[in-house]
Structures are given as structure tokens and as C-alpha cells.
């Protein structure tokens, strides 16, 4: 029998509208029951939220779970586990996997692994081309109409280089209503390159991969976004250049969004200082002058979502010399954190948008009502809910992150912003900060997902 939850005395945001006030949230039967003031117990289980935040549950855009091929750095289990004591409700995994999810049988094994887990919607991208060889398109169709029903493709940390190539993609991506991500970058400018070309880079000795490179790649996908019609998303930018492409083609009514990462507006290149390998990441951390252009990317609105780019390593393939050094840090536990610690106490963002920054923009992004997931707080829709206490300080650790992988440059930092309950289709995923053991059985009906509406080296390489 379902006795319910009851979140009491919570301050509610949801969307549309931000901000909703104090009210208490009831779920039973999976489902948001009733939203109001004043809501009294009846055998629910109680969440005392006084002090804090209920929001929807987060969606990240762009992570990696590594699964299938790389298990050893992280799978759908513990990247399940990262996400949910992060506050994720649904994730969305890149298709740089061994083999690469170029196809529905990949796609539905991603998918069904999710489903199999329990503790958040695990949604797979789609490559763009076969094996992510940028020689010949995978089969999108198909990987859209599958089980796990693919609206998003990209080759991830393999820019597509042939110009033609893409164009096609973004032409049958739009005759099926779906979305291009681009990892833009021109190679033949950072191939080999280490970390950001600049002051840095000459003073370390190590080869720099300029800012031209992100902005060459993202003036061509929009010149080909803007000639095709097609959606397209820009993952994880890094630099002035590429955000005031984005803000002048936006001006011109183009259909792109684009992301940023916590680690792209938190650090800049003066950290590699240390030689730290935990610092090194694909696109690079930038200068300070490129921060301070995110920044205000993020504060006017031409930047839409932030995203982990969550990119687990083994201990081995970053504590090693440098240049032999995988690309990519881990980010699932550690985003909400770093928002609310660098973009709202700081008054870049307030909790409103960057709230919505990390839930409805990006359901919005994959038009996730179309798999019946709405990043808001209303009566009858599914119960994904997270309760955050805004003021909370903790420090950071990463020998106590779930995720299979620890390599993260903010080890040791005190940041603000816990999250305390994680509610996934109306059961208690994570309690008090804890995860909550799932209880056994899967209901296959969940491995089915029908569209609502319809539309017309590998993994260290940018993560």
C-alpha cells in the first residue's frame, strides 16, 4: 500500500512562474496529490523541509556513465546512484561508450539498465555517425523510434570535421523533431594541446588549445543550424567568442541553445598552476576574461542550461604525467553546489533562474514532456522532487562520492547548498542525504516509452 509522502513547510520553486512560496507538497500513488498550505498528515511519510528548498528534480544534459565498454570508471548503477544524491531525477548519457550507442540496440540496453536501476531516468544520446568515425550517418530514425525513443545526437568529444556531414545530420534531425549537440572544435588548431592557449600555457610549457578553436567549430554549426533549420545545442561552451556568437544568432531567431559547466564558471587557466590532472578537461579552462564573459552569458540568458559534463576516471588515468592524462572531471554531486555557492550567493543568478537553469530549461531543451517528465511542482504530474537546504555548508569530499570515480578539482572546497530528500516517481530515492536501498522487482511497463506528441581515442577526448 502507498501510504504517500508529505513535504511540510518547504518554500516551492516550479515553473512556469519561479518562486511559488511556502506550501506543503502530498504525493501518493506516484504522483503529486495536492500542493497548499496547511496539508495535515494521514499516515504519510513526513519530510520536515522547513528552511529549505522544493524543487523539481534536476536534469542534466550531458554526463557520461561510461556503460557499455568502461565499466571500470563508472556504470549506469553507480552513475545512477552520483546522480540521485545529487538531486537528478533524469540524466542524460553521452553516446561515447565502447561501442558507441550508434544504434536502437545499444540505445535500448542504455536505456533499460536505467530503468532497471530505478533511481532516475537514464536517457541516452545518440551518435551522429557510425562509430562516431564521422565518415557515414548512424541510423537516427531508428534509434528515435526504439524503446529508449533518442532525441539527441552527437559524436561528443569527435567533432564532426566534414561540414556536409553535418549538414545532413541536422537536416534528418529536423524532419524528426530531434536535437544536434555539438562539441564544437576546430581539431586541426588543438590537436595535442593540453590546456588553454595563453599566458599559462607558454609559462608551463604545455601546448595550448586556443579559444579560436571552440569558436571556429561554433560559427560553423551555426551557420548550418541557421541554413537547415535544425535545433541545435551547443555543449559546454568556454569562451567569450563562442557566447557572443551564440547572443548575435539568437538575435537572428536561430533555434540554438547552448550550456555551461560548474567547472568552466568556477575555475579559470591560472589553476594549472599546481599541474593538478584533475584540472585538466576538454574544452579547457579558460582565462578569467572568458569566465567573466560566462558569467554574464548566464545572467542575461544567452546561455540557456548548465550541464555536469560528468566524466569519471580511473585513479590510474589521471594521476600520471600530464599530457598523459585523461580529459574530463566528475560532476553529478557536486553542480547544485557549485551553482548555488558561485552563481547565486554571488548574485550572478538568482535561485529562481539557476533552478530553472538546471530543471526546466533543459527538460524544455529535449522536450521532455514528450516522455511524460514536467520539471514543475503541480497537482497530477509525476512526483520528481528534490528538497535542498540552501544554506547548508559542507566540504567537499570525494572518497565519499557515490560515483565509481573521484577525479574532481574541487576536492576540499566549502561550498553551500545540500541536498537533503530526492524523490523519483514518488519514492524516496535519497533520505536525509542518504541513499535509500531500492526495493527488488522492476516494472517492465517502464521500459516502454511513448512519445506524447510527435515531430515531423575516444572517451577522454572531451570527456
Known amino acids: 500500500m502507498d501510504e504517500g509522502i508529505l513535504i511540510k513547510g518547504g518554500r516551492i520553486i516550479s515553473f512556469p512562474g519561479g518562486l511559488r512560496g511556502e506550501a506543503d507538497v502530498l504525493v501518493r500513488g506516484g504522483v503529486i496529490s495536492r500542493v497548499e498550505r496547511g496539508i495535515m498528515p494521514s499516515g504519510e511519510e513526513v519530510i520536515d523541509a522547513s528552511g529549505c528548498l522544493v524543487t523539481p528534480g534536476l536534469v542534466d544534459l550531458h554526463a557520461h556513465l561510461r556503460e557499455p565498454g568502461m565499466e571500470y570508471k563508472e556504470d549506469v548503477a553507480s552513475g545512477s546512484r552520483a546522480a540521485v544524491c545529487g538531486g537528478y531525477s533524469a540524466v542524460f548519457c553521452m553516446p561515447n561508450t565502447e561501442p558507441a550507442i550508434d544504434n536502437s540496440s545499444v540505445a535500448e540496453y542504455v536505456f533499460d539498465r536505467g530503468v532497471d536501476e530505478g533511481l532516475c531516468m ?46 545532413r545530420a541536422m537536416e534528418y534531425a529536423r524532419s524528426m523533431g530531434a536535437l544536434i549537440i555539438s562539441h564544437s572544435e576546430e581539431k586541426s588548431l588543438s590537436a595535442g594541446g593540453q590546456m588553454n592557449e595563453g599566458y599559462y600555457s607558454t609559462f608551463l610549457g604545455l601546448r595550448g588549445m586556443p579559444a579560436e578553436s571552440e569558436q571556429i567549430g561554433v560559427y560553423r554549426d551555426l ?87 560528468h566524466a569519471p576516471h580511473a585513479l590510474h588515468e589521471k594521476e600520471t604525467e600530464f599530457d598523459a592524462a585523461e580529459f574530463g572531471v566528475v560532476g553529478l554531486e557536486t553542480c547544485l553546489a557549485l551553482v548555488v555557492t558561485k552563481l547565486v550567493e554571488t548574485g550572478v543568478l538568482s535561485i529562481e533562474d539557476a533552478i530553472s537553469k538546471l530543471t526546466a530549461v533543459p527538460a524544455r531543451i529535449m522536450e521532455m514532456e514528450r516522455r511524460d517528465y514536467r520539471a514543475r511542482i503541480q497537482e497530477g504530474d509525476p512526483a520528481n522532487l528534490v528538497v535542498v537546504n540552501p544554506e547548508i555548508e559542507w566540504t567537499i569530499d570525494p572518497l565519499v562520492f557515490k560515483s565509481r570515480s573521484r577525479n ?53 577526448e572531451g570527456g
Request: proline share 6%; hydrophobic share 40%.
Open 122 to 167: 537514464v536517457l541516452p544520446h545518440g551518435a551522429i555517425t557510425q562509430g562516431r568515425r564521422g565518415e557515414a550517418l548512424a541510423p537516427m530514425g531508428e534509434m528515435g523510434s526504439c524503446r529508449a525513443h533518442v532525441m539527441g545526437f552527437s559524436d561528443d568529444g569527435n567533432p564532426l570535421v566534414d561540414s556536409e556531414i553535418m549538414r
Open 223 to 309: 551557420c548550418l543550424a541557421e541554413k537547415t533549420g535544425a535545433r541545435l545545442h551547443l555543449a559546454h561552451l568556454s569562451t567569450a567568442g563562442s557566447v557572443e556568437l551564440v547572443r548575435t544568432f539568437k538575435r537572428r531567431g536561430i533555434p540554438v541553445t547552448c550550456e555551461v559547466t560548474p567547472h568552466h564558471f568556477s575555475l579559470n587557466d591560472s589553476e594549472l598552476l599546481s599541474y593538478d590532472t584533475s584540472l585538466k578537461m576538454n574544452p579547457p579552462l579558460r582565462s578569467a576574461a572568458n569566465v567573466e564573459a560566462l558569467l554574464e552569458g548566464l545572467a542575461d540568458g544567452t546561455i540557456d542550461a548548465i550541464a555536469t559534463d
Open 408 to 460: 574532481t578539482p574541487f576536492a576540499g572546497w566549502k561550498v553551500r547548498g545540500k541536498v537533503l530528500h530526492t524523490i523519483f516517481r514518488g519514492r524516496m530515492v535519497v533520505q536525509d542525504g542518504e541513499l535509500v536501498m531500492r526495493p527488488p522487482g522492476v516494472n517492465e511497463e517502464d521500459k516502454t516509452i511513448v512519445p506524447t506528441a510527435a515531430s515531423g581515442r575516444g572517451a577522454g
